[in-house]
């Protein structure tokens, strides 16, 4: 086994949780393929955009986290079951059977036909918020707006959205408290179990009570069609549910303070709203919400850049450095909402690229561009530096916080 030669605690850091970007742009020019012993697991990562497009669709590295190496065990310890074992952590067939039933909900015409729900949400948010001339941003406008719009899709009653949110931001912001690792740990577990728990339930309230949505569909596929396990309705669920917001969530928070801290920029876009599309491309690849697509195993041993990764290791395809690789994005540090529309991988790619997608594109439209419109004069509200984030080592990049000003004026 190749020993891991860049420890972890090298390169998370509170630097490298500011502007993991520097580290990147190292890694792609020294260690391309890069064996890293992390807080959370040893892994491989793979930094160039090349070989992570070509990792995110070798059969070699497999998805399938649950099959006959139990890898889970290692990446997410036991009993992660009963929320995990979902298209994501699956190959084909399995992962084809399971994303089918699923993706018609997600197609772009159906998603269209939500956006004046969508503005309507965004719009009630912003009532709340701009007779303040303060705001933080995180928790009174990104993470709720996805959050509602996901939990409406899927059918879960409003009455029990703030303790799904509870659960699932335990989950998010694992590792950001100060308390030791242990009780850390064990918080997020709980979290967990109370979340399965708690969908387990509503499965059977909602068979009590059909409705028409995105739960009732599955159940549908569960009890008519025997498409899907019962185990697998509840994982399926929790998927949605947690890729449906969290990444959306963060990548509100990102791009908005993208725009904060890039001021021509901003201007840019608030006097050319019709940019708005590409510009959530460009924030995306800028600083995107999921630095390192989710861990794939090697099945035997792969070579990249002629380095040998040994069957059964880890790979992390940084998808963050991938989208700041200069062989593919001129000057990819500065912030272009001009740039020419490339493909950068922030929804990834191959068989895994993001279901909701069209979804996530339009929160972002409607999000970012009711902001711009009805928060005149934004501006962070606190220094820079001050800005909290989610630890270096979370598989996430996103803000805890995000405190901002600007001009009140009467809700309208
Ligand atoms: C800006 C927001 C979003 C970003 C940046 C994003 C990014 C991604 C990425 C990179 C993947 C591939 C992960 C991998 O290959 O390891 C993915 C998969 C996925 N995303 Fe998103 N996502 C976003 C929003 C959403 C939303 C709103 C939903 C709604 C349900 C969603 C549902 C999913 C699902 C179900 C998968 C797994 C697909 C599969 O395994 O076939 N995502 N997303």
New binding site residues.
Partial sequence: MTEHVVRGSDIYTDEFAADPYPTFARLRADQPVCPVSSPRFDQYLITTFDDARAA?TDPRLS?DLYGPGQHYLRLFGPNSEGLNK???N?DPPE?TRL?RI?SQA?APRRIEALRPRVAQIVDGLLDKIVPQGRAELMHEFAIPL?MMV?CELLGIPEADHARVLDWTQVIRTSGSSRRPPEEERAAVQEAQLKLHDYLVDLMQAKRAHPADDIIGALIDSCDRDGALSEAELVTTTF??LF???Q??AD?LGNATLALLTHPEQFELLRTTPQLLPSAIEEL?RFD???PV??P?IATEDVEYQGVCIPRGSVVG?V?NSANHDPAHFADPDQLDLRRVRGPH?????????????S??RM??QIGLSALLRRLPGLRLGVPLAEVRRLPAASPFRGLLELPVTFAASAAS
């Fill in positions: 995110l998805k979902n298209m994501l699956s992962h994303r699923i997600f996805p996901i998927l949605l890729a449906g917001h990444t959306t990548f995306l995107g919400p999921l697509a989710s794939r395809v998808i991988l922030g929804f990834g790619y191959g068989v895994h690229y993001c279901l909701g997608v979804l996530a929160e972002a």
